[in-house]
């Protein structure tokens, strides 16, 4: 399977703390960094983090900065990102891809699991 898995998605109160887990094979995750998008309901895909192969490199879209944290374990082939504080607008389905870059852009991503659903309540 090249398509990662994403996991940990859940119904959480405000406030509260998730996190999420991407699996992806080694041809798909090897040598990559890997992001995390989210969409809501009748809303665009949206950028929330990234991290570079090497882990030293993070990015993150401004509305989760100081709540989320992306990290990654290379010999799990596995990228993380734990979520506290969380929001009602945090509220979406919750992907992972790769891309041969640190972007925020989606068009740089390939690979697409098929998501995980967040839903926090208030």
């Known amino acids: 399977q090249v398509q990662p898995v994403e996991s940990g998605g859940g119904l959480v109160q405000a406030g509260g703390s998730l996190r999420l887990s991407c699996v992806a094979s080694?041809?798909?995750?090897?040598?990559?960094?890997m992001g995390w998008f989210r969409q809501a309901p009748g809303k665009e895909r949206e950028f929330v983090a990234v991290?570079?192969?090497?882990?030293?490199?993070?990015k993150y879209t401004d509305s989760v900065k100081g709540r989320f944290t992306i990290s990654r374990d290379n010999a799990k082939n596995t990228v993380y990102l734990q979520m506290n504080s969380l929001k009602p607008e945090d509220t979406a389905v919750y992907s992972c891809?790769?891309?041969?870059?640190?972007?925020?852009?989606?068009?740089?991503?390939?690979?697409w699991g098929q998501g995980t659903q967040v839903t926090v309540s208030s």
């Open positions: 891809a790769r891309t041969p870059v640190i972007s925020s852009r989606s068009e740089s991503y390939a690979y």
């Open positions: 080694g041809r798909t995750f090897t040598g990559y960094a």
């Open positions: 991290i570079s192969w090497s882990g030293v490199t993070t």
